[in-house]
Nanobody
Framework: QVQLVESGGGLVQAGGSLRLSCAAS????????MGWFRQAPGKEREFVAT????????YYADSVKGRFVISRDNAKNTVYLQMNSLKPEDTAVYSC???????????????????WGQGTQVTVSS
């Protein structure tokens, strides 16, 4: 079992930055594909970013490409999401997810993930 705990959310003005952290415990995530998803009120859960197991690459939703950066520190068993140039439409609950089952390098669908954190609220004011 893996427990994931997100932190770093908060209220920020448009154009500002936040860095989210996702700390894992119970099992090392070095062999897991990791992802970030978000869900705004009244909307479906949305893919944000994913990072492969061996640092080979990252993949982003078009809506955040060029503004967000996903990274991982396997020594700390932690994944990060650096969010820059934030917009009001980025407001959502952000959750990290882990999958040890994905055959490929990335996971862009929430259904591919086995473990989820509880989420952290990000609110961007205009």
């Amino acid at each position: 079992q893996v427990q994931l705990v997100e932190s770093g959310g908060g209220l920020v003005q448009a154009g500002g930055s936040l860095r989210l952290s996702c700390a894992a415990s119970g099992r090392t995530i070095s062999s897991a594909v990791m992802g970030w998803f978000r869900q705004a009120p009244g909307k479906e859960r949305e893919f944000v970013a994913t990072i492969s197991r061996n640092f080979a690459g990252t993949y982003y939703a078009d809506s955040v490409k060029g503004r967000f950066v996903i990274s991982r520190d396997n020594a700390k068993n932690t994944v990060y999401l650096q969010m820059n140039s934030l917009k009001p439409e980025d407001t959502a609950v952000y959750s990290c997810a882990a999958s040890f089952q994905i055959a490929g390098s990335y996971g862009r669908s929430w259904a591919q993930y086995d473990y989820w954190g509880q989420g952290t609220q990000v609110t961007v004011s205009s």
